[in-house]
């Protein structure tokens, strides 16, 4: 666009310098010169006719010339012959010697212009074009940094692909000793159960009753043993849950209904165990929620994960917190367009921001000692993912976290 | 009444003698242990053959698998009951276990409960015959 407008500009300059030269030329030929008498017919016809009109007659010599288009130089040459001496000493400048010399400085001129026009617009296109290669390069740049963190993504889920493929194998070998620590730990406790009856035969003494203490210790480690056994047996479990996945048949699901059928189970779990805590249970459900398709199975785990979650976190605050705290779990569903929401809120104590990056990768816990596998969320997200859901968490330290997961609305798209 | 366990780990024959001690002790079964699948193929070959009712097989074994054993024992003694004992706990080993004509489908850690409500039920089944 611009290369076009600015080509012209140079012929027009050179155009105008043309016409200069033409008009320039004959004012430097000299007032007598005409006025004498002259080789060129014509000319006293316009010396008479110039003092008829009272101007200088080499304005009209002029005017005629630059009609004519012919170079003026042609006419002085013609005047030279007359009286070149005392001519060319008086009107030096006006020879044909000075007029090639004129022209040789002009046409350097305009070889100066030109060139100083075309560096003047090699230097724009240059421009131009470095802007543009600078703007290529950023978009570049920008392809590349979404390339490198795809990459790293990528990476990244292949490494947990190669890490589920390798937590099945190992969870399969360990699964055999682990059969044997179980096993004869329980056997082990039976046997002490057998001495114990066998020892009421004997003799009582403080030797028996020294006896007695001591395998009282030995049953109490062999419970340790089969406890922490069954354990490590629970982690294998969910491990291989991890790993395995794709069980189950994806059907559409009243999701209400299994919202509150999990979010109770949940409850009624939570307050079994130890350390049960009070939870006000706030169930927000869309009454017109369309059917869901997704698998029964893996989608309860995950309402059970969250609302475990929910009340671990918010069983840390009552330890902390006495000034009248009183845990609260939202659960809620919505449908917006071709979307369904399941939010999980509670009011614990939050997740802190360096923790929220770390929350849905593999055996990343924040549960003290035992009480956490690292495994929960992991499989959670694996499970939300398998139906193209998204998860999302929300949190303010001390206020709330509030887990989102969207999940399409297959009703709405037949 | 004969049990024939197979598993390449040794520790089961220990595990099974003391866990199954009742059982063991008032004469109700008697437990023989392979530790490869060609061990139990020759334990069955012999004249003991007869006398075994009932086979328990790990599946993941070096050399010969337990379904493969589990195949050749379907075809030569068809009469003979086998169940599987694995780890692997998942569908394609339980559907290939039971296709390959397994009549249970036991996973480890074993319970033993379980084991013994089954072997229960073989020597009732077996006892009024014997009678």
């Known amino acids: 666009m611009i290369t076009k407008t600015t080509t012209p500009k140079i012929v027009l300059i050179q155009r105008f310098f043309f016409l200069i030269i033409f008009f320039l030329t004959p004012f430097l030929v000299p007032v007598h010169a005409s006025a004498q008498s002259h080789p060129e017919p014509g000319l006293p016809f316009i010396s008479t006719y110039a003092s008829k009109i009272s101007i200088a007659p080499r304005h009209v010599w002029s005017v005629i010339q630059t009609g004519r288009g012919t170079m003026c130089f042609v006419a002085t040459s013609g005047l030279t012959e007359l009286d070149e001496e005392t001519w060319t000493q008086n009107y030096w400048y006006a020879t044909w010697q000075a007029f090639v010399i004129y022209l040789i400085i002009l046409v350097f001129l305009m070889f100066l212009i030109n060139m100083f026009q075309k560096r003047q617009l090699l230097a724009k296109v240059h421009e131009e074009n470095r802007e543009k290669e600078l703007k290529q390069a950023r978009e570049i740049q920008k392809a590349h940094e979404n390339l490198k963190t795809m990459q790293e993504q990528l990476i990244q889920q292949e490494k947990l692909a190669s890490l589920g493929q390798l937590t099945a194998g190992i969870a399969h070998e360990i699964k055999n000793p682990l059969n044997f620590v179980n096993n004869f730990s329980e056997l082990s406790l039976e046997y002490i159960e057998e001495i114990y009856e066998e020892m009421t035969k004997l003799e009582q003494s403080e030797i028996t009753e020294d006896i007695r203490a001591l395998l009282e210790d030995v049953k109490y480690n062999l419970q340790k043993i089969l406890q922490h056994g069954s354990r490590a047996d629970g982690i294998v479990k969910s491990m291989l849950m991890h790993s395995r996945g794709g069980k189950g048949i994806m059907e559409l699901t009243d999701l209400n209904e299994l919202v509150k059928e999990y979010v109770n189970l949940a409850f009624h779990g939570m307050r079994a165990n130890k350390n049960p805590i009070n939870v006000d249970i706030q169930l927000q459900l869309d009454e017109k929620l369309p059917k869901v398709n997704l698998n029964p199975e893996d989608f309860s785990r995950v309402i059970l994960n969250l609302c475990k979650n929910a009340f671990d976190a918010m069983r840390d605050k009552t330890i902390d917190n006495t000034t009248g705290y009183l845990p609260r779990l939202i659960v809620s569903t919505r449908e917006m367009g071709d979307k369904i929401f399941l939010e999980v809120e509670d009011n614990g104590p939050g997740i802190s921001e360096e923790n929220r990056g770390k929350l849905l990768m593999p055996f990343f816990t924040t549960k003290k000692g035992t009480e956490g596998t690292g495994l929960g969320l992991s499989i959670t997200h694996d499970i939300v993912k398998a139906h193209e859901g998204t998860l999302e968490i929300n949190s303010e330290v001390g206020n709330f976290t509030r887990f989102s997961i969207t999940l399409m609305n297959t009703q709405n798209k037949d | ?131």
């Not at chain 2, 008032?26 to 392979?34: D, V």
């Not at chain 2, 072997?119 to 089944?125: Q, R, S, T, V």
Request: no cysteine; net charge negative; glycine share 4%.
């Open chain 2, 1 to 131: 009444m004969k049990f024939l366990v197979v598993d390449d780990e040794k520790d089961v024959e220990l595990l099974f003698q003391q866990k199954l001690r009742k059982e063991i002790r008032n004469g109700s079964i008697e437990l023989k242990f392979a530790f490869s699948g060609n061990e139990a193929l020759e334990i069955m070959e012999k004249s003991e053959s007869e006398e075994v009712m009932y086979i328990f097989s790990d599946i993941n074994m070096p050399g010969m698998t337990g379904l493969e054993l589990l195949d050749k024992l379907k075809a030569k003694f068809p009469q003979i009951p086998v169940s599987m004992i694995s780890a692997y706990g998942d569908a394609e080993n339980y559907e290939k276990a039971i296709e390959l004509g397994a009549k249970e489908f036991f996973v480890k850690p074993i319970n033993f409960e379980n084991l013994k409500v089954e072997l229960n039920k073989i020597i009732e089944d077996k006892e009024p015959k014997k009678e």
